[in-house]
């Protein structure tokens, strides 16, 4: 039994160890305690006879002479247990025992290698130190926190070359932070320590196709708006159903486990849309998850463990994605009288087993902006309003605009419009794209601060109602919207200066905390990254935070993977 794990164990059963018989001379400090197992008295050596000193002065000689120094000299550098331990114990040992980062040398050196490994390629111009590479990097211009450049940046095209690069960032002890859109919105690319911004976008080759098997392998930087636009191109009758932002790809919406629009229909990234994925891990070693079968009992799903993990356990360099059958779509919008009525509507239209794929929500003010910003050919009443999608033949789409007609009038349901067509239903969705840049129009000179959470169907409505009311009492424009399917709201709040920011950066977190006390989460889509990180303990409690970061110190020791994100109690020391 080790140390750590018998005074844990003492402490479990609230016995005081100083109180047990001792066998073994032991060491003590403010923190914990260590055998000093290089003593050479046995454990149950008598005492001398001779000696004039009591036993436990005898005691107090041995552990000062025979550990103390040592230990003294380690407490600083010993790294936290890879074992799982009660979090209350692994949480302060992790607190006072940080990983570290190599010097200011080391990174240079590290730069160096690269320089010359790549140079040997003919590929010296895929490392760049040049300022605006590396602002591009690691500051977003749609996140407001803090925010921080690399120290150079790579691009890769191959697992090869992401192995090596993760080997020299090992050998060094430099940080490596994953780069492939760019698109994400909570502070995911940032670079709190420098280091290595590693740059996936060059691999974005779309492998092998396999209509009959109905899936598809690619590489990270492949976008999951051009993996369509490929399939529908070649002919084949399928679609990758993942829909989170514009530009976002296939290894960033991997890293943060995305969802989108048709996530009430097709659900999310952490459901089986990838079914195995190629990864270099931290040690340099590249492995696949799992085969490409559909399913497999075969041990507990490795792939998981990636989907979410925001790039801190493994780099993917390749991904199998399902694919599903491309269907007629039609669309319809109706206006309701506030937002209790039209989650009402959008909750037994879901529930009554219609062919749903989208159902989404935006309040009066975003339809407001809609109208006004000018970007779609028709204007929509100013109301509380659902976009639906829906998939199926056009004979069964008729009996389904009668039924769903039917219910939204229920609830007080207005202006109700089916599309007829393939042209109509692109135009009525129109306005549900447009709501984003619509959404900067309402004030002039405008920056938005772009934050999503998620809760339980039924509470929605008071989520959104509460945040509406607490973001006009602050004075803050905003506009509310969301996938009313799956609960989970986007909420845009509107600035032009410090202090309106400083407001809205309040009035966020509050809009947090109320999701997490309605039995919700803190992101439904976006992710943890800097944004983010301080909830995990008040949304999940310190017991899943530590076994997250137990996992992440067996995977990643030295804490080189994208550092700063998901983990609150991991916050290494720059040299």
Known sequence: MTFGTRSILALRRGTSLSSRPSTSPIVRSSRFIRYNSSSSIPPQAPLPKSTNLSTAWYALSLALFAGAGYLIGNVGVLPPSTSLVDSSFAIAHQLANQPKYGSHKDYQDAIKELTDYFKAKGKEDKVSTDDDDLRSHGISDWSYHPAKKPTVVVWVESTEEVQ?????????????TPFSGGTSLEGHFSSPFGGISLDVSYMDKILRVSESDGDVVVQPGVKWEDLNAYLAKEGIPLFFPLDPGPGATIGGMVGTGCSGTNAVRYGTAKAEWFLNLTVVLPSGEVIKTRQRARKSAAGWDTTKLFVGAEGTLGIVTEATLRLAPLLPTKCAVVNFPGVEEAVQAATEVVNAGFPVQCVEYLDSRTIDAINKGGMVKKAYPPADTLFFKFQGSDSAMSEVSKNVLSVVKKHGGKNFEFSKNDEE????????????????ALKDGAKVWTTDVCVPISRLPRLVRETAEDFEKRGITACHFGHVGDGNVHSLALFTNDEELAVVEHAVHDMVERAIRLDGTCTGEHGVGVGKIGYLPLELGDGTVNLMETVKRTLDPHNLLNPG????????QHQ
Do not use: D, F
């Open 164 to 176: 090596h690069v993760v080997k020299i960032a090992q050998k060094y002890k430099v940080p490596i």
């Open 425 to 440: 239903a692109r135009s009525l969705w129109e306005g549900r794209k447009a709501a984003l840049w619509s959404v900067l």
């Open 565 to 572: 994100k998901i983990y609150p109690n991991i916050k290494p």
